[in-house]
């Protein structure tokens, strides 16, 4: 399998305006047969997260995610969309500890998959507006890093998307990017947070305000 088209960055995080640590790089190759073929990796104080999944018509089929924290095992989590259910296998040491099957009832649209990592959240608000601007997603949960024993089990919630305007623009390393301004909501993501998507629906920058943190999430060293 050849891929004709190869992409890649890293997205910085800013909270309250400081530059912080987290670093998240990405790569993704296009398949000549379509699709593609995605992996992304966090490093963050404390923990590494890596994801590799692949995804067809902008949305993801399959990933896996592999979380190691300080002093704790390592766990992995496989999900998979098949025609009528999502399909979830973790393990935590090389042990197998959980497999869940989530049901998709006949006649109702797929629950989307987000692997965590923002190279996805472009494509998945993408699909949510195609889709009317709501629709059920699947994401691991890392609400408590410090659970183990429910880091990467599946999270079901409604989310929503609006666009905000379909014709603005961002500076991107000093050069203005058309793009589309988004709103995203639901779970942990309250109303006013707000995501920019540039061209094949990647995410340039969102902005998320949680309690007294302000974070800014921009993209960074595309090629």
Known sequence: MSASTLESGAYEYRLNGALTPIRERWLRLRREGGGWLITSSRNAPG??????AT????RVTDFEVNWRGEGQPGI?????LLPDRVSVMRSRGGQVTERREIEIAPGLQAPLLSPLMRIFAGPLIARLLENGGAGAVIVPDIRDPQAPETLLLPLLS?????????????????????????????????????????????LLRYEWRQAQQHWDVRLRGTG
């Open 158 to 202: 409604e989310r929503q998307a609006e666009l905000m305007d379909a014709d603005s623009a961002l500076l991107v390393e000093g050069v203005s990017v058309p793009c589309r301004r988004c709103s995203y909501h639901g779970d942990q993501y309250r109303p006013g947070t707000q995501f920019w998507l540039g061209a094949n629906d990647v």
């Open 55 to 58: 995804a067809d018509a902008g």
């Open 76 to 80: 992995t989590a496989c999900y998979s």
């Open 47 to 52: 923990v590494e997260l890596a994801v590799e």
